[in-house]
Structure formats: structure tokens, C-alpha cells
């Protein structure tokens, strides 16, 4: 079946719902059962049957089934978050004494993770850079079990060499994570790229409208019970509406992912002619320093990427985005709607230094037409200049 019939067909069964094509929202804690003996065999099978509400229903089934499909995975885990993912999957692998390799452009919630409470539980962490691909092997320790990836890295967009640092760590039998949020699974399968745990926070793409928290791990099967009972213990197994919502946006996937790459490349090469900007980081445009590793492992790029701007004062930047009509000042991406936000990467990487001439901001290039969006944008830098 090829991908965009995928896409629309994954994880439905309108059989087991009078014919109605989407799965209805089952809101449950509950379970009942009509004997000890259909209890018992519902425990029995809890992994993939319906036992409580935390440890599925029958709607955030669907929407695992279709992501573990879309993926190419065996199973999938949903959980109440991005972050819920990113914690859910390395905590299912790190155990005390073990040592974690994380890149050091990883969403950097996840190195507040390790730094303020894996550490607590006797995790080494050490962060490398992106660069290195299969040269983290010199970063390996007897006790390492995890190297955690992400690709492009969080908002700075380097690009690991994906097969190469999978390579090493099967070699050494070592487990691997990767975040894969900004392609999701419709441009990037991280798991034929070797990765053992590939993360989604549907929070972003999936969903696709900003209005539902998620986050889903995809796996093979014998990785699957274990991610399954860290995710549950702690506390993870989202709400039945969010899931239908993720099951929703996954359907238009297909024709919004292609659209944001549209209107993202025409800003991508609109920003670069500009004065103001230094550089724009953004791995489908030919000089991207990753492009290379883009195109041999990614189908497409998604709609966000970074810019560098000259020397530009704080008022500056204000005056530039206070002003903006389309790109709204905002954090979680993926949705439909054009954002943009100041970054400063400069404060938090230890394994690397990103230097930047002046201020960065990371944009959303939403699904509006891309000539209102230059527009803002143009208005937005006369403000720039005209404070800066
Ligand atoms: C790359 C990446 N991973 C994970 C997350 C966390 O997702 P959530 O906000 O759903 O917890 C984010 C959120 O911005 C993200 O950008």
C-alpha cells in the first residue's frame, strides 16, 4: 500500500462501529466485566486488550495501531505528551549506573530531564555533538545503554548521520532513541534508519491544529512491554479525545506536511536575500550544511527552521515581532498557523558553542498563502531596522 493510502486507511475499522468511519471518543477509566473468569483473561492480555482507561482504550488503540503502521513499527505507545514520549522511552531503557550519550542539540527539555532528575537516579549523562556521527563511538562506555538522537537537532537544525551512529551502537549493543517530531514519520522512518525507540511529540504535526497534548513511541515488538509499563507507571495513557484528535490530524497528514514544505522553502529562499539575516537553518535548502544527510534520509522537510539575523538590539527584535499579523508569537509548532519565537541556544549546549553574529528566531511557516507571509515579514524587518 503506498503512503498516502497509509496515511488515510491506518488503524480504521468501521466494522466495529456500525460502519461509521472514525473510531468514536471512548471516555474511560473504567472497564467492566461481566465475569471473574473475562476479568482474568482480560488481565492476561492487558498489553493489548482493554482493561482500564490508563492503559488504553479503544480509541488511543487506533490511533497507536496507526502510528506504529506509518512508522513501520510493530507497536506504538501513546502517552500524554511529547515530553511524556521523550521521558517515557528513555526511562524504559536507563537504569541506575548505566550511562546515557545524548546529542547536545536535543530538545532541551530532555536535558533538564537528565540533568535534574535522571541524574538523581544515578544516570551519567554525557552530551555530544551532532557532528561527530559514527565517531560517538569514541564517547562509548562499558555502561552505556542509550545514545538519544534527534533529527534536525532542536532548534539550531544539524543533521546526525542517523545510520552511522546506529551502526555503532548495534555493534556494541547498545539502545537508541530519536526524536522525530519536525519530519514525523511521513518523511522520516527513523526505525529503517536503525533507531530501536522513534519518538513523536503529535503534539505538533500529527494533531496538527494546536489544540490537543500527545506523544507517541514507536518500536519493534519485543521492545514493546517494557515501554509499555514505563510509560503506564508513569502515569502516561492519554485522554481518548486527544487521541481521536492525533487519529484526526493524521489523516490530512499527507496533504499538510507537502504544503508547509511549499510555503516553508519559498520563506527559506525569500529570507536568504534579505539584509538582515546572516544565515537561514534550514536542511532542504542546498547549502544547509546537513543537506546531504537530509535528502538520503528524508522524503521531505517540514515547516520550521531558524534564522539568523545580523546585530539586531532586543527593541529591535520586539519592535519586529509585537508588530507581526500571521507569524504569532508562540512555542509548540506543527499546527496549521505561521509562528515565530526568539531563540538562544548559546546558554544551554555544553558539547558544543553556537555562535550567532546577532539574534535568532525560529519560525513556523504555517499553510497561509506565502505572499501575506512575506508581506508580514517585510513590514516586520522595516520595524526592525527602522529600531535597530
Ligand atoms: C522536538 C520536540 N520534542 C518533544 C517536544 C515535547 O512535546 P510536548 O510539548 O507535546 O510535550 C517538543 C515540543 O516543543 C519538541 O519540539
Wanted: hydrophobic share 40%; with cysteine.
Amino acid at each position: 500500500m503506498k503512503e498516502l493510502t497509509k496515511i488515510v486507511s491506518a488503524g480504521r475499522h468501521p466494522e466495529d462501529h456500525f460502519g461509521v468511519v472514525n473510531p468514536p471518543v471512548f471516555r474511560a477509566s473504567t472497564v467492566t466485566f461481566p465475569t471473574l473468569d473475562a476479568w482474568d483473561e482480560a488481565r492476561a492480555n492487558r498489553f493489548d486488550g482493554i482493561t482500564y482507561g490508563r492503559f488504553g482504550t479503544p480509541t488511543t488503540r487506533a490511533f497507536e495501531e496507526a502510528v506504529a503502521i506509518l512508522e513501520g513499527a510493530d507497536k506504538a505507545v501513546s502517552v500524554p505528551s511529547g515530553m511524556g514520549a521523550c521521558t517515557s522511552a528513555i526511562m524504559s531503557v536507563v537504569s541506575a549506573g548505566d550511562h546515557m550519550l545524548v546529542q547536545d542539540s536535543a530538545y532541551q527539555p530532555v536535558r533538564n530531564l537528565s540533568n535534574m532528575i535522571l541524574s538523581r537516579y544515578g544516570v551519567e549523562i554525557t552530551y555530544f555533538d551532532s557532528a561527530l556521527g559514527a565517531d560517538v563511538a569514541g564517547l562509548i562506555q562499558p555502561n552505556t545503554k542509550l545514545i538519544y538522537l534527534e533529527s534536525p537537532g532542536s532548534q539550531t537544525f544539524e543533521m546526525p548521520d542517523i545510520p552511522a551512529i546506529t551502526a555503532v551502537a548495534r555493534e556494541r549493543g547498545i539502545m537508541t532513541a530519536m526524536d522525530n517530531t519536525w519530519a514525523t514519520s511521513f518523511f522520516c522512518k527513523p526505525l529503517e534508519l536503525g533507531v530501536d525507540l522513534s519518538i513523536n511529540a503529535a503534539t505538533k504535526y500529527l494533531v496538527g491544529h494546536s489544540d490537543a497534548m500527545l506523544g507517541v513511541i514507536s518500536m519493534r515488538q519485543e521492545l514493546y512491554e517494557n515501554v509499555k509499563i514505563t510509560a503506564n507507571f508513569l502515569g502516561g495513557g492519554p485522554g481518548s479525545e486527544e487521541a481521536w484528535l492525533g487519529l484526526r490530524g493524521i489523516r490530512t497528514l499527507g496533504v499538510r506536511l507537502p504544503q508547509h514544505q511549499i510555503n516553508a522553502t519559498r520563506i527559506a529562499e525569500w529570507l536568504q536575500t534579505r539584509p538582515e539575516v546572516n544565515q537561514v537553518l534550514y536542511p532542504a535548502l542546498p547549502d544547509h550544511p546537513g543537506h546531504d544527510i537530509w535528502k538520503r534520509d528524508f522524503k521531505g522537510a517540514s515547516g520550521l527552521m531558524s534564522v539568523m539575523l545580523n546585530p539586531f538590539e532586543r527593541d529591535a527584535v520586539a519592535a519586529m515581532v509585537d508588530g507581526l499579523e500571521h507569524f504569532l508569537l508562540g512555542a509548540s509548532f506543527g499546527g496549521y498557523e505561521s509562528l515565530i519565537l526568539p531563540i538562544d541556544p548559546t546558554n544551554y549546549r555544553t558539547a558544543t558553542t553556537w555562535t550567532a553574529p546577532g539574534p535568532c528566531l525560529r519560525l513556523h511557516v504555517g499553510l497561509e498563502d506565502t505572499d501575506d507571509l512575506i508581506e508580514d515579514l517585510e513590514r516586520g524587518f522595516a520595524r526592525l531596522t527602522a529600531a535597530g
